[in-house]
């Protein structure tokens, strides 16, 4: 069984810093794009971060461009590092394994067919 397994998420003030984990089980995710997105209370899923099965290439969402870092293992762990967290950050991340060998990283999450089952982030004044 294929599984996604975030961890990290919590409670932080404005400007704090979070590490968020994703830990793959069930298939070897060295392969494979992986991605980070979030959902922030009532609003849809954005694209966050992503980065390609070597390492070697990442995308970033302009909003979180320049605080949050994505980087992997090269085996099944891929992180996110997140730092001078807004209030508008709040929201539950969730990571992504791409459905397409060495595919480069994308910020369509039609393209990503395992998901973990998000972890939530709260950033407070």
């Known amino acids: 069984q294929v599984q996604l397994v975030e961890s990290g998420g919590g409670l932080v003030q404005a400007g704090g810093s979070l590490r968020l984990s994703c830990a793959g089980s069930?298939?070897?995710?060295?392969?494979?794009?992986m991605g980070w997105f979030r959902q922030p209370p009532g609003k849809e899923r954005e694209f966050v971060a992503a980065?390609?099965?070597?390492?070697?290439?990442t995308d970033y969402a302009d909003s979180v461009k320049g605080r949050f870092t994505i980087s992997r293992d090269y085996k099944n762990t891929v992180d996110l590092q997140m730092s001078s967290l807004k209030i508008e950050d709040t929201a539950v991340y969730y990571c992504?394994?791409?459905?397409?060998?060495?595919?480069?990283?994308?910020?369509?999450?039609?393209?990503?067919?395992?998901w973990g089952q998000g972890t939530q982030v709260t950033v407070s004044s």
């Open positions: 992504a394994a791409d459905s397409y060998i060495l595919r480069p990283p994308t910020r369509a999450d039609r393209t990503y067919n395992y």
């Open positions: 069930g298939r070897t995710f060295g392969t494979y794009a």
């Open positions: 980065i390609s099965a070597n390492g070697a290439s």
